[in-house]
Structures are given as C-alpha cells and as structure tokens.
C-alpha cells in the first residue's frame, strides 16, 4: 500500500534555529514527490516539486532534497513568517495520469522570535 | 486573480440533511479534485475529473456526488449528511493531468455534521 509518513508531527524553533523535517514513503514507483505549506484557515501552497534521488531544489531558506526512501525539508535561519504546516505528497506510478496525490499528515512548524 | 473560489466558506447542518459545495477556477485547468481534511490524517481525495466531461472516484468517495458542471465550475454534493463528513473540504485544480504535482487550492469549507 502506498503511504506518506511525516515526522515531528510538531516542531518549534527559536528564529535563527535550523533544522529539518523528514518525510517517508513507500510507492510501488515514485513518479514525483512535492511539498506544499499551509497556513492556518487556508488551502495548501505549492514549494517544491523532487523527481529523482540526489535532486534538490531551493527557496529563500528552505531546501527540499530526495532520496530514495524519503525527503527532507531542511530550513535554515527560520523566521516566525516560516510558521506554517508543511504538507509531503507523492505521486506513485498507479496514479496514471490522473495527477492524483498521497498526502502525509503534515509537520506543524512554529518560529519563536 | 481568484484563482479557486470555494462557498461556502462555513457550513452547519444536522444529519440527513443535503448540501452542495461549489468550487470555481479561473486558471483554466482541466483537471479538479475535492479532498477532504482531518486532524492526523492528512489530506484525502474524494473525486476528481481529469477533464471536463469526466469524473473518477477517489479513496473515500462514499456518501458523495460530483458534478463537473463546465471546465471552471465542479461541485461536491452530500445527499445525506453524517456526522463523519465533518471535515474540512478543498477543491484543487491544474493545468494537466499527469503534470508536476502542482495543485492549487481554494480557501476550504468547513462543514459541521451535528
């Protein structure tokens, strides 16, 4: 069966604290694995789209990287802006073309100035 | 730019009762999904129509209908409300099927089943 694990479930940093959130899966084949954010009362917002091990992809002061058993999100220097939920997903390759997702159940990050 | 426009944006109703959600996307995409969310279980596909004209169940499609009404407009509907649909429901859409994964979400609506 395929599933997405994230963990912590909850993180909280002091600003200025890096850190890494980690989350695992296991598909019959990986046809793409993303990362949304999610702020409180609204819908999930595209980061980052992994498609093969070794990738990794870059934004302000996160960094997403991708093995072949599980992903990163690694964030450096973190603000309090940086406090959101943090959504994994995978597309495996029986989704066809459907462009259907397996969702984690997301880390909840909070940033303390 | 709207982009996915879902209403209601709070929802109460009592069981046995029904009710239709409506999601909008102005970005014309083909493809659009009703996912649902709750607490520890992370976000799960209802229905989605890959194009306009066709709709696909999802992982937990009981007790509900779509409808995708033309290429901007597709609707959720419950026909008998129960307490277990109390949740919160997202509509998503995109350019393509089988394209880079990247969704885009309306606000939600959270309904309350009592």
């Known amino acids: 069966e395929d599933q997405v694990t994230q963990s912590p479930e909850a993180l909280r940093l002091q600003e200025g604290e890096s850190s890494s959130l980690n989350c695992s899966y296991t598909?019959?084949?990986?046809?793409?694995l993303f990362w949304y954010r999610q702020d409180p009362g609204k819908g999930p917002e595209f980061l980052f789209t992994?498609?093969?091990a070794g990738e990794e992809k870059e934004k302000e002061r996160l960094k997403a990287t991708l093995t072949k058993k599980e992903s990163f999100l690694h964030i450096t220097a973190p603000k309090p802006e940086d406090s959101a939920t943090y959504l994994c997903?995978?597309?495996?390759?029986?989704?066809?073309?459907?462009?259907?997702?397996?969702f984690g159940q997301g880390t909840t990050l909070q940033v303390k100035p | 730019n709207a982009g996915v426009t879902q209403t209601p944006k709070f929802q109460v109703l009592k069981t046995g009762q029904s009710m239709t959600l409506q999601c909008a996307q102005d970005?014309?995409?083909?493809?659009m999904y009703w996912y649902r969310q709750d607490p520890g279980m992370g976000l799960r596909l209802i229905y989605y129509?890959?194009?306009?004209?066709?709709?696909d169940k999802g992982e937990v499609p009981n007790g509900y209908n779509v409808s995708r009404l033309n290429k901007r407009e597709f609707s959720l509907r419950l026909e008998s409300a129960a307490p277990s649909q109390t949740s919160v429901y997202f509509c998503?859409?995109?350019?393509?099927?089988?394209?880079?994964?990247?969704?885009?979400f309306g606000e939600g609506s959270r309904l309350t089943v009592l």
């Open positions: 992994l498609y093969s």
């Open positions: 598909v019959s084949g990986l046809r793409g």
């Open positions: 998503a859409s995109t350019q393509r099927q089988g394209n880079t994964g990247e969704l885009f």
């Open positions: 970005m014309n995409h083909n493809s």
């Open positions: 129509s890959a194009s306009e004209g066709t709709t």
């Open positions: 997903a995978v597309r495996p390759y029986g989704s066809g073309n459907t462009g259907k997702l397996i």
